[in-house]
């Protein structure tokens, strides 16, 4: 699946990314606990937080996530997302809480990280 | 002498100064460390295990010591990931170590820490992991992580 068929799932506005929104996402990944995505998310993982300061971009800078999606109308600071466009990560921001971004997506056949212990 | 196989200098130290409430240091440090270890063509593996002992040190130096600092050591054979800082201490290291205990107080929960993750993630990462503590003083935490076979080829 494509960043561009999550942002149509979950009606997502682009804060940035839109030249990026051909990236496939390879899994998903939620949680508002930085070292549990410090553990989960691997390289290509759409992160779904409702999180929204510069951890968030870090992290998944860090880790080779392929997006970030703040959930529940939740947009981050314009430093943040500045931060996120150096960084060069997409991020999208929803209506939708965790719980439906995960159903749709899911349903849409995207599926959750393995805890990957190394 | 045997010739270094390697193409890079040996032994380059980064070092990171975390002052008190410097909450993005660890973030940025990690980061930053990061891009300099896919300049020196480690594999993501390796990359991928010290950013993490970098940002989990480096965080637990900003909630709960005063200040510190942070050195990584890059050496062919090992990177050396080491917070030295003043605060607290840790009074009780094996329950420290144990997921899910945190001390962190309610504005660092908000911003997404005290899972009470952070030492067992780094002892995860690492291949040796040593914490010297003193209680009123401060804490060392050196963590290495081996570059055997293959850490340096681009995986
Ligand atoms: N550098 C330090 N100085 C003093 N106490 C520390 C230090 N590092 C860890 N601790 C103590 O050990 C506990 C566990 O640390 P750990 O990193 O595992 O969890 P946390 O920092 O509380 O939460 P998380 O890392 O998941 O955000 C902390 O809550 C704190 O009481
Ligand atoms: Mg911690």
Redesign the pocket.
């Known amino acids: 699946m494509k960043l561009l068929d999550v942002k149509n799932i979950l009606n997502a506005k682009v804060l940035f990314g839109e030249h990026l929104l051909n990236t496939e996402v390879k899994r998903v990944f939620a949680s508002d606990?930085?070292?549990e995505m410090l553990i989960n998310v691997t390289p290509g993982t759409l992160l779904i937080t409702s999180l929204t300061n510069a951890h968030v971009i870090h992290t998944a800078q860090v880790m080779d996530a392929s997006g970030v999606v703040f959930v529940g109308g939740k947009t981050p600071d314009q430093e943040v997302i500045k931060n996120g466009s150096m960084s060069n990560i997409p991020l999208f921001s929803t209506e939708y809480l965790i719980f439906d971004c995960c159903g749709l997506l899911f349903q849409s056949g995207l599926k959750g990280n393995k805890k990957d212990k190394h | 002498m045997p010739v270094d196989p390697l193409q890079y200098t040996p032994k380059i130290t980064l070092e990171f100064k975390i002052g008190e409430k410097d909450f993005y240091m660890a973030g940025e440090s990690a980061s930053r460390t990061k891009r300099t270890l896919q300049q020196l063509g480690l594999n993501q593996e390796v990359i991928k295990r010290v950013a993490i002992i970098i940002y989990?040190a480096a965080?637990?130096?900003t909630?709960?010591?005063t200040k510190?600092v942070l050195k990584i050591l890059i050496d062919p054979n090992e990177i050396d990931v080491i917070?030295e800082?003043e605060?607290?201490?840790?009074p009780d290291i094996d329950l420290?170590?144990q997921e899910g205990?945190?001390?962190?107080p309610y504005e660092?929960r908000e911003m997404g820490?005290?899972?009470?993750?952070?030492?067992?993630?780094?002892k995860q990462n690492s291949d040796e992991l040593h914490i010297e503590?003193k209680v009123g003083v401060?804490?060392t935490?050196k963590a290495k992580v081996y570059l055997k076979e293959g850490g340096f080829t681009s995986a």
Do not use: C, K, R
């Open positions: 606990l930085i070292s | 989990e965080m637990n130096v909630i709960h010591a510190g917070t800082d605060g607290p201490g840790i420290a170590m205990y945190s001390t962190a660092v820490f005290g899972a009470g993750m952070g030492l067992p993630n780094i503590t401060g804490t935490v």
